[in-house]
């Protein structure tokens, strides 16, 4: 099949590249910088607020994959410009160019829209796809790890001196080629229009933060003590890593909220049906190797 994939450059589009190339599908890819070539993907310089790139990135497609998405931004209005209104371009250069398929990509923070601005603006782009005459669904992922993941790099940094935090609460987890290759299931399959699933690594009831945590520990070989944190402090976190960090902060006030939400596990009721997808990545095994690319990058 033909593909169009924005974020491709990112973490989860560049793995969701590699599996659809391997796969044999042809890709599109939008990109703002120069590209090294790849046998069957076409690189398509622009970016989400350009109409013509977008135009030249769908043209043809037999489905479309919207990653794309701003994770951190300093005020409602950037993650507005990344996620509502760069959705709402896709869609109508994907229903310009009669699309079959449009896949997006939200996020269980979509589900409670009041806690933080990121959450906000993917409910707003969820509104914008679920109005669309385009043949849709959508997927919300929980917290995605694995080789190539930088966001997840601080509480590997922290295991490896025995330590980790633990909000309360419970969250759900997915291994980024596991993600990937649900993606291509949805693009190239024949799911139901109009679905939205959220995903994960088959855990019953998630995993608590000390449960990451001891996970994350026995990925790196240590031995970790969880020290509980309250919200409270996850905000005075947030703000010193904020002027530490400036732009390049992890912990944003916005992220500090999401992360002190009791519940980010999946409703297992939406889970993709086991004939369409079903995970295959151990998460034990799925740490192993993100610890062991972090090494290989010289970055523990």
Do not use: C
Request: hydrophobic residues 50%; aromatic residues 6%.
């Amino acid at each position: 099949m033909k593909l169009a994939i924005t974020g491709a450059t990112g973490f989860v589009g560049g793995t969701l590249v590699t599996l659809a190339l391997a796969a044999g599908h042809e890709v599109r890819a939008l990109t703002r910088r120069p590209q090294h070539p790849r046998d069957g993907l076409i690189w398509v310089a622009g970016a989400l607020d350009r109409a013509d790139a977008l135009a030249a990135l769908v043209a043809g497609a037999d489905a479309v994959i919207h990653v794309a998405g701003v994770v951190n931004a300093p005020d409602r209005a950037g993650f507005a410009a990344g996620n509502v209104d760069g959705t709402a371009a896709m869609l109508a250069a994907s229903d310009a160019a009669r699309v079959r398929r449009f896949v997006h990509v939200s996020s269980l923070a979509a589900r409670e829209p009041e806690l933080s601005d990121y959450g906000w603006s993917k409910a707003a782009a969820e509104v914008l796809v679920k109005a669309s005459p385009l043949d849709w669904v959508m997927l919300r992922p929980p917290g995605v790890y694995g080789p190539g993941d930088t966001e997840f790099l601080d509480l590997f940094r922290l295991a490896r001196r025995g330590l980790a935090i633990a909000p309360g609460g419970r969250i759900s987890l997915i291994e980024v080629s596991d993600l990937g290759r649900l993606l291509l299931a949805l693009a190239t399959g024949t799911p139901p229009p109009h679905a939205i699933y959220e995903v994960d690594d088959g855990a019953a009831n998630g995993w608590s933060h000390t449960e990451f945590a001891h996970a994350i520990g026995a990925a790196m070989g240590k031995r970790v003590v969880a020290l509980p944190i309250p919200k409270l402090a996850l905000m005075l976190a947030a703000r010193a890593d904020m002027a530490m960090r400036g732009a390049n902060a992890k912990l944003t006030l916005d992220r500090a909220r999401y992360i002190a939400h009791p519940d980010w596990t999946i409703d297992p009721a939406r889970r993709p049906p086991p004939a369409l997808w079903v995970p295959q990545v151990e998460t034990a095994q799925g740490l192993a190797a993100t610890a062991a690319w972090y090494r290989a990058q010289g970055l523990l």
